[in-house]
Nanobody, 122 residues
Framework: QVQVVESGGGLVQPGGSLNLSCAASGSIFSIYATRWYRQAPGKQRELVAIITSGGSTNYADSVKGRFTISRDNAKNTVYLQMNSLKPEDSGVYYC????????????????WGQGTQVTVSS
């Protein structure tokens, strides 16, 4: 079994910062790509940032220069540092992870966390 848990959301004023965490635990041999998505009310879930096992990153145009995704392999944790937040950044932020559970299989499994709410408002 694998658990993926996000944390770090909250209420912040425009221009402020938050640092989200995504921690994976359980039966894990190795973690491959990790993605952050967000979903605002009435809108589709959108990909915000991705980091590969090698550390390569990519961002949605709307967050480039403001958000930074990083990973701590020893802790099986990925972070999303969000600066210069805007009201349109509000939504539920979800972590999505590709995991190889054991050496017994080369097949990756995909897991979602439960999400963490981010509200940017004055």
């Amino acid at each position: 079994q694998v658990q993926v848990v996000e944390s770090g959301g909250g209420l912040v004023q425009p221009g402020g910062s938050l640092n989200l965490s995504c921690a994976a635990s359980g039966s894990i041999f190795s973690i491959y790509a990790t993605r952050w998505y967000r979903q605002a009310p009435g809108k589709q879930r959108e990909l915000v940032a991705i980091i590969t096992s090698g550390g390569s990153t990519n961002y949605a145009d709307s967050v480039k220069g403001r958000f930074t995704i990083s990973r701590d392999n020893a802790k099986n944790t990925v972070y999303l540092q969000m600066n210069s937040l805007k009201p349109e950044d509000s939504g539920v932020y979800y972590c999505n992870v590709d995991i190889r559970p054991s050496t017994a299989t080369i097949q990756l499994r995909n897991y979602w966390g439960q999400g963490t709410q981010v509200t940017v408002s004055s």
